[in-house]
T-cell receptor
Framework: KQEVTQIPAALSVPEGENLVLNCSFT??????LQWFRQDPGKGLTSLLL?????REQTSGRLNASLDKSSGRSTLYIAASQPGDSATYLC??????????FGTGTRLLVSP | ETGVTQSPTHLIKTRGQQVTLRCSSQ?????VSWYQQALGQGPQFIFQ???????GRGNFPPRFSGLQFPNYSSELNVNALELDDSALYLC????????????FGPGTRLTVT
């Protein structure tokens, strides 16, 4: 059974800091991995999709890496802003488009 | 392009009742998945529909059932509601294929009393 762990569970930083959010998963036989953000009480917004053949994906201030062999993915946020405050979820695909989620990292960026 | 929409936004039901939640997938998307998110937890996969056929199911009892229609919209039905069914129910759609991200709707908040 695939289990996903995200560290840290919560993070509070001042504006402008560069951040690293970590995700580990127990079964390396995954298809792809997707990172999401979730605002309180809202749905999920897709941030990045890393396909199984890729090791990295970038979008604006976000960069995500994937190391399937070690069961790890990292989301790097550059120059954090208060608008980045949300819960960040990673989700490896355990089958064709079936996602397994961790409990996320709650991020608070203070002005 | 309209994104994934879900209805209703909020719903309050009594234990033992039945509920139907609806999802309209994004235009051109033939794959719809449903997830349950309890408070403080990550979403859990319920089941997926691909071109009107169920294409996989998570660890949920048979009282959770679904449908996908020819226009690829979908319904989630839950019978004999229990208090633990209180959660945010999320629908995700995709064009299908491993190269495509899944896009989520805003969710339906179900409260069972």
């Amino acid at each position: 059974k695939q289990e996903v762990t995200q560290i840290p569970a919560a993070l509070s930083v001042p504006e402008g800091e560069n951040l690293v959010l970590n995700c580990s998963f127990t079964d390396s036989a995954i298809y792809n991995l997707q990172w999401f953000r979730q605002d309180p009480g809202k749905g999920l917004t897709s941030l990045l999709l890393i396909q199984s053949s890729q090791r990295e994906q970038t979008s604006g201030r976000l960069n995500a890496s994937l190391d399937k062999s070690s069961g790890r993915s990292t989301l790097y946020i550059a120059a954090s802003q208060p608008g980045d405050s949300a819960t960040y979820l990673c989700a490896p695909w355990i089958g064709f488009q079936k996602l397994v989620f961790g409990t996320g990292t709650r991020l608070l960026v203070s002005p | 392009e309209t994104g994934v929409t879900q209805s209703p936004t909020h719903l309050i039901k009594t234990r033992g009742q039945q509920v139907t939640l609806r999802c309209s997938s994004q235009s051109g998307h033939n794959t719809v998945s449903w997830y349950q998110q309890a408070l403080g937890q990550g979403p859990q996969f319920i089941f997926q529909y691909y071109r009107e056929e169920e294409n996989g199911r998570g660890n949920f009892p048979p009282r959770f059932s679904g449908l996908q229609f020819p226009n690829y919209s979908s319904e989630l039905n839950v019978n004999a509601l229990e208090l633990d069914d209180s959660a945010l129910y999320l629908c995700a759609s995709s064009p299908g294929g491993s190269a495509y991200e899944q896009y989520f709707g805003p969710g339906t908040r179900l409260t069972v009393t």
